[in-house]
């Protein structure tokens, strides 16, 4: 079946260095496409640098895209809670700013009611002691990152 035969839904995640989120996701089963990139900020097509002065209010974020009928988004939800801390603010691990803040920016009504609701579902869990700070917005515009970010872990060995 071709990607024209499929039905395609695109969702855009942010949980820390998007190296580590892009391969995370490229190992679930269903996932068309996995792009790293910026989100959320206020500067046209922004580069790595001017990201990381945590002065364009862009994440570092994946655009994944995937077919429902092979994956849930529910899957996809669950993948991006266990893959980080999503009760650190601005920050993951090592890395600190709001560019490495747990965002997920919803393209579709649905999306955003089915993020809600696993939110609180998780924060209700008792699984974490400190409330989820994942923020969930509309999608705003999505711009790749440079070619070298992309399949970074692949590239690299690392993983």
């Known amino acids: 079946m071709s990607e024209n035969e499929q039905q395609v839904e695109t969702v855009t995640f942010g949980a820390g260095c998007f190296w580590g989120v892009e391969a995370a996701f490229r190992e679930v089963p269903g ?19 001017q990201v990381c002065t945590d002065r364009t209010g862009h994440a570092e974020v994946v655009e994944v895209r995937f077919d429902p009928k092979r994956v849930s988004y529910q899957r996809l939800l669950d993948a991006f809670w266990e893959m ?67 399949r970074y872990f692949e590239k690299h060995g690392a993983h």
């Open 31 to 49: 996932i068309l496409e996995v792009t790293s990139g910026y989100c959320g900020g206020s500067v046209p097509n922004p580069s790595y640098e």
């Open 84 to 150: 980080h801390d999503p009760t650190q603010e601005n920050r993951q691990g090592p890395d600190v700013g709001g560019q490495y803040r747990s965002v997920i920016f919803n393209h579709t009504p649905e999306q955003k009611a089915a993020a809600e609701a696993s939110k609180a579902a998780l924060g209700a869990s008792g699984r974490y002691r400190k409330p989820i700070a994942t923020a969930i917005e509309p999608a705003a515009p999505f711009y790749p990152a440079e070619a070298y970010h992309q």
